[in-house]
């Protein structure tokens, strides 16, 4: 009974393994959108068997991360930027919250995590590492929930984040973003925090949130063809031919439509 349950633990981890694995290389483009994920690739990709492998498909395919394509195989799915702006909407409403909370409980301990979180990024800005800056990013916003008691609320936002954690990532890759000002903002955020000003904390977190779709015309200019291009409304874009005139649409509208139109607080 006890071999039996142990085994069973043993399968569960490498499914876990597994799926976390492929989750970070469709993220940060490992595995890019639109490209075939067969499963004797990933076997060999992650040292693992079949079974994890598959698994992990399988949960993967239910967050809309792959799609399978049948009798030709398993793809990476496109961007949903529609999925991304909600994920960015919802995290910026509830951080206003959370940091509230977190300016009331926040300790000299608290402090020195959030000082931690900006001190990775400082490195990993000097060292001109990307993926250690995103994660030191993330990072400091998850001390902020961490600090508030609310890192189940973070783990659920984590979990329907991956469109907006890979748009995030594109548009690091367009090296349009300044990193000091975002390491200064975090400077910000911390001082607010430690002189548990609520009001200041949720203005500045707010205002550093909307950053996230600040370069979205770049990003989208640049890739797109990693974007889902049914999400997309075209803008018009007018031409001649002979006597007439013609509308001659672009993939970009809807994305700068959904910004635009919406309430104030949709971005980062």
């Keep these: ?24 290389k469709i993220v940060y483009l490992d ?14 990709d992650l040292d693992m068997g079949r079974t994890p492998v598959r698994e992990a498909l399988v949960r993967l395919a239910q967050e809309g991360l792959v799609r399978t394509v049948p009798q030709s195989g398993t793809y990476v799915s496109p961007i949903n930027l529609t999925l991304a702006e909600s ?19 926040a300790t000299s301990a608290g402090i020195e995590q959030l000082d931690r979180a900006i001190v990775l990024q400082e490195k990993a800005m000097a060292e001109e590492d990307r993926i250690g800056f995103f994660l030191s990013d ?8 961490s ?22 990532w594109l548009r ?31 203005f500045l977190v707010s205002k550093h949130l909307h950053m996230m779709f600040r370069n979205q015309t770049e990003v989208l200019d640049q890739f797109p063809e990693y974007f889902e291009t049914s999400k997309l409304r075209q803008p018009a874009k007018t031409t001649t031919k ?26 980062r």
């Design 1 to 24: 009974m006890e071999e039996s349950m142990h085994v069973g633990e043993q399968e569960t981890s490498l499914q876990d393994q597994s799926y976390h694995t492929i989750r970070r």
């Design 31 to 44: 595995y890019k959108p639109g490209e075939k994920l067969g499963v004797k690739q990933l076997c060999d």
């Design 87 to 105: 994920a960015c909407y919802i995290r910026e409403h509830l951080e206003k919250q959370v940091i509230v909370e977190c300016c009331a409980r």
């Design 138 to 145: 993330n990072l400091m916003h998850h001390m902020i929930f």
């Design 147 to 168: 600090i508030a008691c609310r890192s189940t609320v973070w783990s659920w936002l984590e979990e329907t984040n991956a469109d907006l954690e890979r748009f995030r």
């Design 172 to 202: 690091a890759a367009t090296q349009v973003l300044d990193n000091q000002d975002i390491v200064n903002e975090h400077k910000q955020i911390r001082r607010a925090i430690a002189g548990r000003d609520p009001i200041e904390a949720s």
């Design 242 to 267: 002979g006597t007439g005139t013609f509308v001659v649409v672009s993939p970009y509208k809807k994305a700068r439509l959904c910004h635009d139109d919406a309430e104030p607080g949709l971005g």
